[in-house]
């Protein structure tokens, strides 16, 4: 396989090596030192040529993790050249793009995996379980949060949605499938933001609340709030210097249930997913393109009403 991208491409390929069976064969950057580094550190190729490993007949898989701005051109040449794909989020910043790519999995015939790793994520993983048990009944209303402060580019008022929310979305989708019509409202500026999304259901309702306006030294946050018609599960997690994690399950009955969430790594679980669904050959829906579509469909009609004032269709 070859992966694109020495930031995040590089955990990536920390992954890969404890994955039996696969073999990291090139590394495309962009800056010859840091490639030396790279080179010394994994025992690989390394290349300031894309197409270099896009072209090459020995990689079956190609892990793009570029910026979104130039996913496209990445990931519709790898397809036409023959590879898998395997694209880090956000997949696109328009609906266009995203489906130009579904187009070429289909057309020529290849996989094209999205990291879509909160399905993956301990709690998130856990909550998605016992609601398909069936043992807290049926979902009525969900809240997720998240919050950082604004050390990332890209998380101001006309940005935040899509690179903050998008894998709150995912979440919502796999939960309670896809809403009516979306609103949203927010305050910030180019830099900073507060966003709060609303998905509306038939007889559910959902929300995602997103910030970047917490100071310096508050913890990267997320959490949310599952309430069922037969119980509710809360789930907390502060990362950074002092981590902390807490799941608790409200029962029907009145008891209550607190679980220490298992961590795992979810990028790395997601990895594991994708290698064996190229080895074995099977479909891989929770990470597929089609999944990928819905939930950026959920987050540029969340950008319209946030724009516009108003509630939008799905």
């Given at each position: 396989?070859?992966?694109?991208g ?14 039996e069976?696969?073999q990291?064969?090139?590394i495309f950057g962009?800056k ?14 390394v ?11 020995e990689?079956?898989?190609i ?10 051109e990445f ?11 395997f694209?880090e989020?956000?997949l696109?910043y328009?609906l ?5 790519m579904q187009?070429f999995?289909?057309?020529?015939k290849r996989?094209?995996?999205v990291?879509?790793f ?5 709690p998130?993983?856990?909550a998605l379980?016992?609601i398909r ?11 997720t949060?998240?919050?950082t402060?604004?050390?990332?580019e ?10 903050f929310?998008?894998?709150n979305?995912d979440?919502?989708?796999?939960l309670?499938g896809i809403?009516d019509?979306v609103?949203a409202?927010?305050?910030g500026?180019?830099k900073?933001a507060?966003v709060?999304?609303?998905?509306n ?9 997103c910030?970047?306006?917490v100071?310096q030294g508050?913890p990267?946050?997320?959490g ?8 509710t599960?809360?789930?907390a997690?502060?990362?950074g ?7 608790t399950?409200y029962?029907q009955?009145?008891?209550?249930e ?5 961590r795992?790594d ?10 064996t ?11 597929s393109i089609?999944a ?5 469909k ?5 950008n319209?009403a946030?724009?516009n ?5 799905i």
């Amino acid at each position: 396989m070859g992966i694109l991208g020495t930031g995040f491409g590089l955990v990536h390929a920390e992954h890969y090596q404890t994955i039996e069976g696969v073999q990291v064969k090139s590394i495309f950057g962009r800056k010859k030192n840091k490639l030396e580094k790279v080179k010394e550190k994994f025992g690989v190729e390394v290349t300031t040529d894309p197409y270099q490993l896009i072209e090459d007949p020995e990689i079956d898989l190609i892990d793009v993790c570029l910026p979104t701005r130039v996913h496209l051109e990445f990931v519709t040449a790898s397809l036409e050249k023959g590879k898998n794909v395997f694209c880090e989020t956000p997949l696109a910043y328009s609906l266009q793009e995203a489906q130009k790519m579904q187009h070429f999995a289909r057309k020529f015939k290849r996989k094209l995996f999205v990291n879509l790793f909160f399905k993956y994520s301990p709690p998130h993983k856990m909550a998605l379980d016992l609601i398909r048990s069936g043992k807290l009944g049926t979902p009525r209303s969900v809240t997720t949060y998240n919050r950082t402060p604004s050390f990332w580019e890209n998380v101001g008022i006309e940005d935040i949605v899509l690179n903050f929310a998008l894998h709150n979305f995912d979440f919502l989708v796999e939960l309670l499938g896809i809403p009516d019509h979306v609103t949203a409202r927010g305050i910030g500026n180019h830099k900073n933001a507060h966003v709060v999304a609303t998905l509306n259901y038939l007889d559910k309702l959902a929300s995602v609340d997103c910030s970047s306006m917490v100071p310096q030294g508050y913890p990267f946050s997320i959490g949310y709030n599952i309430v069922c018609s037969k119980g509710t599960i809360h789930y907390a997690g502060e990362f950074g210097d002092h981590p902390q994690e807490k799941t608790t399950i409200y029962h029907q009955d009145g008891s209550i249930e607190e679980i220490t969430p298992t961590r795992d790594d979810e990028n790395k679980m997601v990895l594991e997913r994708v290698c064996t669904a190229i080895k074995q050959n099977y479909p891989c829906p929770d990470l597929s393109i089609d999944a990928a579509i819905k939930s950026l469909k959920i987050g540029l009609a969340c950008n319209k009403a946030l724009q516009n004032n108003c509630a939008v269709e799905i």
